[in-house]
């Protein structure tokens, strides 16, 4: 039996737990991240465990089922504090599902007062007076307005929680997180005192954040992106160490696969092919008339992983390209048959002895996930900010392999290079 953790974590989708999960292991604690909430109690050993849900933008009474499913989970782990981690753009609607599942777990965890903030400097996200900035500019006026699933027409995140809950939303701002912990505190207690539920807190920079910690230390319940996770672990008496990111040595072949094509993704396919190294492009038309193409690649990888140097099979591809793909075969068939080719790709590469494994997309590594039969993962250093290389069992790897999972954007041009590097370094 492992001993009780210190914190729990509930995220709404998969890499945005595995945010969190870098940013708590970045300030020293030891964690584990289980895709959904497990079935028998934690083989590992952690500070913290981030359960990974896909709840986003699933109906409000699901998020919150799930939510509350998490919730006991964690609870029958140990967790002394629990944290929802939510999108650094506050991806909600009016119907949730934010400020629904806060108000479940508020509920279930019998208390009155939590704090709200997407905030995370490093990712220029701030929140100031209320008012969620995207870069420069305010939440409305960048790209998230145009979501199709939740676009965020509004950026005073004081109205748009408002909207989602039955508990009062009110402001910490930014003079009281400035004054340092004990300002906030007690802007904290004149809150609750006028009956506010829930506060948005400002912060604009990560001094901001680590003031702020202290204050949140007796909250049973913290709900933010992945920002206010930098200043909790001091909390407990953790301080940053390299030993919160050690993972087992490396070994095996190694292998990236792509489904992402995203322009940052282009760019570090380009550029792993510019350095000389192996790659493989898949043709989604010929996955559609049923050609084995996870085969062919499995074959063409075969002679080449035993050269010892990483190889790359993709469908990566630039937006003319996958729109013309996408009017063939419509967008949602298009990706369910490419996300399934390179997931058995992934399977078939991690058969054949790959166990260092990159995969670009944020779908695509579901995708794989599931077709490694992977329940749990540690996590380790990251290589570019917010993508952690990851150490997981699966049926295919009984000993182990090491993975990162890398969404859309996130990663500097020679991520598919690098990132083999700064494992074995
Ligand atoms: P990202 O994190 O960059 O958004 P995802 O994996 O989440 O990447 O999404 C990419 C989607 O595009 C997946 O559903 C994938 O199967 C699909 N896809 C990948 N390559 C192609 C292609 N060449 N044509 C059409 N769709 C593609």
Redesign the pocket.
């Known amino acids: 039996m492992s001993r009780a953790i210190l914190l729990g974590g509930i995220a709404d989708d998969f890499?945005g737990a595995t945010d969190l999960a870098n940013n708590l292991v970045r300030a020293g604690m030891r964690v584990v991240q289980t895709i959904g909430v497990p079935d028998a109690a934690r083989a590992a050993d952690a500070d913290a465990v981030v359960v990974a849900l896909k709840s986003r933008t699933i109906p409000a009474n699901e998020a919150v089922a799930q939510s509350l499913a998490a919730l006991d989970w964690l609870r029958a782990q140990g967790a002394r504090q629990i944290y929802f981690k939510y999108c650094s753009t506050f991806d909600s609607t009016p119907a949730g599902n934010i400020g629904p599942v806060t108000e479940a777990l508020m509920q279930a965890l019998g208390c009155d007062f939590t704090i709200a903030t997407p905030a995370f400097p490093d990712n220029g996200r701030t929140v100031f007076k209320g008012y969620l900035f995207v870069g420069d500019v305010l939440l409305n006026e960048s790209g998230m307005r145009q979501h199709p699933l939740t676009p965020m027409t509004d950026a005073n995140l004081v109205r748009v929680l408002q909207a989602q809950t039955r508990r009062r939303v009110g402001l910490i701002d930014h003079r009281s997180v400035a004054a340092g912990a004990d300002a906030a505190r007690a802007r904290m207690a004149a809150l609750r005192a006028e009956g506010v539920g829930i506060a948005i807190v400002d912060a604009v920079s990560n001094e901001d954040l680590w003031r702020l910690g202290p204050a949140l230390a007796d909250l049973p319940l913290v709900t933010a992106g992945s920002g206010v996770a930098i200043a909790l672990p001091a909390n407990f008496g953790l301080a940053p160490t390299s030993q919160a990111a050690a993972l087992p040595a490396a070994s095996g072949w190694q292998a990236v696969v792509?489904?992402?094509?995203?322009q940052?993704?282009n760019a570090q396919v380009a550029h792993f092919i510019a350095r000389g190294h192996a790659a493989l492009a898949?043709?989604?038309l010929r996955i559609a008339v049923g050609e084995d193409v996870a085969g062919q690649a499995l074959d063409w990888a075969r002679g080449r992983l035993a050269d010892g140097a990483p190889v790359l099979v993709?469908?990566?591809?630039e937006p003319a390209?996958?729109q013309?793909?996408?009017d063939r075969?419509g967008?949602a068939q298009?990706?369910?048959?490419?996300?399934?080719?390179?997931a058995a790709i992934a399977r078939g590469l991690v058969g054949q002895g790959v166990r260092q494994l990159v995969v670009?997309?944020?779908?695509?590594?579901?995708?794989c996930v599931q077709a490694l039969g992977i329940a749990q993962l540690r996590i380790g250093a990251q290589i570019d900010p917010g993508v952690p290389w990851c150490h997981a069992l699966s049926p295919a790897a009984p000993q182990g392999l090491h993975l990162t999972l890398?969404?859309?954007?996130?990663g500097g041009e020679d991520f598919f290079t690098r990132a083999f590097e700064v494992l074995s370094a």
């Open positions: 890499t792509s489904g992402s094509c995203s940052a993704t898949l043709d989604p993709y469908s990566t591809a390209a996958v013309t793909i996408q075969l967008v298009a990706g369910a048959l490419v996300e399934q080719t390179v670009a997309g944020g779908e695509t590594s579901g995708a890398k969404s859309g954007n996130f």
